[in-house]
């Protein structure tokens, strides 16, 4: 079967820090990747997919970029955090678009002081 | 670009009782999917629902249930005999059949639900 690993957990982090956060999945091959910013109070916003390595489409002009080094593993990082970059952060993958079911990891919450 | 609304930021319901989460959507595509995603207090993402566009049958999954209407584009889901766990945040999701746009997936703002017992 396959799992989705998302790491940190939590991290609190000074303003103009850099920032990675991993995600890597298992038990699959050329998954979909994907991460979604969950500020409060507000919706699931898209940042960033890969469809294959070393393919990344940005969605929104931000401080942050990603970077897919293998097939299923997808790092979001940052050079200076802002403290607007606060959020609960969600990667997921689906097998293939369309009708497939994007399956999130468990997030992580970035607080940015 | 295609747009999610869920025009209920909170709702509230009886155990045992029925509720009707509302999302409607808009788009100039024919053919796509919608979905209905539950974030419980644990922050997990989890699927509850998914309906294809080009199916009239509206799709069931046990005490879930939507109503879509693709002329009106709306797409509600139904909790029937709500029970404690049920309480979490919904998001409607769309996301598009073409190739182009069919990787992404588009979110409303959700809609928080409160069980009370």
């Known amino acids: 079967s396959q799992t989705i690993h998302q790491w940190p957990a939590t991290l609190v982090q000074p303003v103009g820090s850099p920032l990675s956060l991993e995600c890597t999945v298992e038990g699959t091959s050329n998954p979909n990747l994907y991460w979604y910013r969950q500020a409060a109070g507000r919706g699931l916003q898209l940042l960033f997919y890969?469809?294959?390595?070393?393919?990344i489409s940005s969605e929104v002009p931000q401080n942050l970029s990603a970077s897919r080094p293998q097939d299923r593993q997808f790092i979001l990082s940052s050079k200076k955090l802002l403290l607007s970059d606060s959020g609960f952060y969600l990667c997921a993958w689906s097998k293939g678009a369309g009708a497939n079911v994007l399956t999130f990891g468990a997030g992580s919450r970035l607080t940015v002081l | 670009a295609q747009t999610v609304t869920q025009s209920q930021p909170e709702m509230s319901v009886q155990e045992a009782e029925t509720v009707t989460l509302s999302c409607t959507y808009d788009t100039s595509e024919s053919d796509y999917y919608l979905f209905w995603y539950k974030q419980p207090p644990s922050r997990q993402m989890i699927l509850v629902i998914r309906q294809e566009a080009y199916k009239q049958q509206n799709a069931t999954e046990n005490r879930f249930s939507v109503n879509f209407q693709k002329a009106a584009k709306s797409f509600s889901l139904k909790i029937s005999d709500s029970q404690l766990g049920d309480a979490a945040m919904y998001f409607c999701a769309y996301r598009s059949a073409y190739v182009g746009g069919s990787e992404k997936l588009v979110f409303g703002k959700g809609t928080k639900l409160t069980v009370n017992p």
């Open positions: 890969s469809v294959g390595i070393g393919q």
